[in-house]
T-cell receptor, first 114, second 114 residues
Framework: DTEVTQTPKHLVMGMTNKKSLKCEQH?????MYWYKQKAKKPPELMFVYSYEKLSINESVPSRFSPECPNSSLLNLHLHALQPEDSALYLCASSHEPGTAYEQYFGPGTRLTVT | AQSVAQPEDQVKVAEGNPLTVKCTYSVSGNPYLFWYVQYPNRGLQFLLK??????LVKGSYGFEAEFNKSQTSFHLKKPSALVSDSALYFC????????????FGAGTTVTVRA
């Protein structure tokens, strides 16, 4: 199984809502990533988890809160978002931490903040 | 600091013709180079990588890329393009094997006409 799944596919939320994005992989990968991608632009790294511990936070606003409950799951909790946070949110995983290992991406969650 | 340039926003070719997507990089030390492809409304898919060894790297779906250290380039090629190759292509680089962050190019949109 070389698949990374993400739910939901689409999410519309108001600026006062709280929601969560979910990501799952069953490839035994020990690194997991959250990216934000605007249309026709490259993905921007947000967070990296290495062996279930947060390794990188790319100065992401606190209204985004990541969580890694176990080695297969990655969540992104959203609260009090702004309209400019509307984007495609991609989850990825790699065999080991480190950019020498190719990353496997999920299909993404398309988020719209109203 | 590392960076990647994809000098062409768009590449258009006829089906059956060769396809080349250009990438140049700037990094101190030995680069680790990657190509990813993104089909509409999908996440990124890994195509190939150069870590070390043979300068010609073969990847998925008939793609290959040649690492040229003197020209600091890593162009993606396919001898005979298919309509289904129409997508957004990203080149990415990392300067160290244990880095977490890939630097992505701006992306090149490939259109293959029937």
């Amino acid at each position: 199984d070389t698949e990374v799944t993400q739910t939901p596919k689409h999410l519309v939320m108001g600026m006062t809502n709280k929601k969560s994005l979910k990501c799952e992989q069953h490839m035994g990968h020990r690194a997991m990533y959250w990216y934000k991608q605007k249309a026709k632009k490259p993905p921007e790294l947000m967070f990296v988890y290495s062996y279930e511990k947060l390794s990188i936070n790319e100065s992401v606003p606190s209204r985004f809160s990541p969580e890694c409950p176990n080695s297969s799951l990655l969540n992104l909790h959203l609260h009090a978002l702004q309209p400019e946070d509307s984007a495609l949110y991609l989850c990825a995983s790699s065999h080991e931490p480190g950019t020498a290992y190719e990353q496997y991406f999920g299909p993404g969650t398309r988020l719209t903040v109203t | 600091a590392q960076s990647v340039a994809q000098p062409e926003d768009q590449v258009k070719v006829a089906e059956g013709n060769p396809l080349t997507v250009k990438c140049t990089y700037s990094v101190s030390g030995n680069p680790y180079l990657f190509w990813y492809v993104q089909y509409p409304n999908r996440g990124l898919q890994f195509l190939l990588k150069y870590i070390t060894g043979d300068n010609l790297v073969k990847g998925s779906y008939g793609f290959e890329a040649e690492f040229n250290k003197s020209q600091t380039s890593f162009h993606l090629k396919k001898p005979s393009a298919l309509v289904s190759d129409s997508a957004l292509y990203f080149c990415a680089v990392s300067p160290r094997i244990n880095d977490y962050k890939l630097s992505f190019g701006a992306g090149t949109t490939v259109t293959v006409r029937a």
